[in-house]
């Protein structure tokens, strides 16, 4: 029953260096979404994937590049790390049915610190 | 500007108590607005969404588009309570806003 899993759960990096956080579902989910959150704040959305093969830039995509491998899976990238970008990544999914809203599904999160 | 307000960070109230966290949101268009709660060690989960118009743990919250809030209320709280609170406004289908969360503490 696992839901949503991110790896890793802690990482450090010096700025400048490359990164991929890696994002699985098992629900059979249409949708997976990245958000970033810092203190004192929201969540805000970095990208989503409605669907398999598809990706769209959310409210704060600058840094990142995503890949939605298939449908269980959507990785989030940093090319070229900075401190700004010091934060708390959390993936989700939901199920898209229709054009219906369905409340997302999140994984524990990723805490990434850059030096 | 699309925007979700919740504007206490921290609420404090003794078990048993009546609790309201407040939500305000900012959309033009038709909400489609949800409250989810992070436990201690657990993942942020959806609680409860306005479309569905039901109590969960005692939980209940009402949309008033007039006011444009979407208060969270619980007429008596329980120590299992104490949690992060989020509000957040779905829009376009995708995209979800979420307020910067309210801690509440419930004291025995």
């Known amino acids: 029953n696992a839901g949503v899993t991110q790896t890793p759960k802690f990482q450090v990096l010096k700025t400048g260096q490359s990164m991929t956080l890696q994002c699985a579902q098992d629900?059979?989910?249409?949708?997976m979404y990245w958000y970033r959150q810092d203190p004192g704040m929201g969540l805000r959305l970095i990208y989503y994937?409605?669907?398999?093969?598809?990706?769209d830039k959310g409210e704060v995509p600058n840094g990142y590049n995503v890949s939605r491998l298939n449908k269980r899976e959507f990785s989030l990238r940093l090319e070229s790390a900075a401190p700004s970008q010091t934060s708390v990544y959390f993936c989700?999914?939901?199920?898209?049915?229709?054009?219906?809203?369905?409340?997302?599904?999140f994984g524990d999160g990723t805490r990434l610190s850059i030096l | 500007a699309q925007r979700v307000t919740q504007p206490e960070k921290l609420l404090s109230v003794f078990k048993g108590a009546p609790v309201e966290l407040k939500c305000n949101y900012s959309y033009s268009g038709s909400p489609e607005l949800f409250w989810y709660v992070q436990y201690s060690r657990q993942r942020l989960q959806l609680l409860l969404r306005h479309i569905s118009r039901e109590s969960i743990k005692g939980f209940t919250a009402d949309l008033n588009k007039g006011e444009t809030s979407f208060h969270l209320k619980k007429p008596f709280a329980q120590e299992e309570d104490s949690a992060m609170y989020y509000c957040?406004?779905?829009?376009?289908?995708?995209?979800?806003?979420f307020g910067a969360g309210t801690r509440l503490f419930v004291k025995a």
């Open positions: 989700a999914s939901s199920e898209q049915a229709g054009g219906a809203t369905q409340p997302q599904h």
């Open positions: 994937s409605a669907s398999e093969g598809t990706t």
């Open positions: 629900m059979n989910h249409n949708s």
């Open positions: 957040a406004l779905q829009t376009g289908g995708f995209k979800t806003i």
